[in-house]
């Protein structure tokens, strides 16, 4: 893997969190981060696996997913660049994993044991801010993405996607993304035609 875009991905990191670390810290995290590979379609956690392992995505997208009781495939999160992959609530309950998170194309990512990561942000007031923002911006995600079926009609949705992922739609299928804003793939597609009649 190209050093240039590893060491590129933390500077990205640290960015995004507005957090400082020294470079003691960031080496701590070189050594329990390492990086992999996972080809399109590959999983990088399934339903009913324990939630062990914590990912940072260097290039690629993902999604986060359940299949219904009737057999329906339902997206929940998209992830890209810098985003980060696990289930936090599987961790913290120590239960199963309830979703999948797949690689949607070829993807690089960082991979570490949560236990691991956990142990060097102990005692470490810096790494433990950064751990808590990666946190923050996760539940952030999820609460937005909740309100917003409460808050928003479906085109306010796909526009607020839009304004949140504005180069992902390219990257991911239809029905994929019509599923994550809780509308089917036709009427996915009267909205984009409103919306390009109005421009």
């Not at 949560?114 to 609460?143: R, W």
């Amino acid at each position: 893997m190209n050093e240039n875009v590893y060491d590129g991905l933390w500077m990205n990191l640290l960015k995004s969190s507005a957090i400082s670390l020294d470079e003691d810290s960031i080496a701590l995290l070189r050594n329990v981060f390492k990086p992999k590979v996972l080809k399109k379609d590959m999983f990088f956690l399934q339903e009913g696996e324990n939630s062990t392992e914590i990912g940072l995505i260097i290039n690629g997208v993902f999604r986060s997913y359940y299949v219904d009781k009737i057999g329906n495939d339902i997206t929940k999160y998209f992830y890209s660049e810098c985003g980060i992959l696990f289930s936090y609530m599987a961790h913290l309950s120590q239960e199963k994993s309830m979703y999948y998170i797949q690689a949607l194309e070829d993807s690089e990512i960082l991979v570490a044991k949560i236990s691991d990561f956990e142990k060097i942000v102990e005692g470490n007031y810096q790494l433990l801010l950064f751990y808590k923002t990666m946190i923050d911006s996760v539940f952030i995600m999820k609460e937005e993405h909740a309100s917003s079926f409460k808050l928003l009609t479906s085109m306010e949705r796909y526009k607020q996607f839009l304004a949140a992922y504005p180069v992902l739609e390219q990257r991911i299928k239809q029905y994929q993304l019509a599923s994550y804003l809780g509308i089917t793939p036709v009427s996915l597609s009267r909205i984009r035609k409103k919306l390009n009649l109005n421009k």
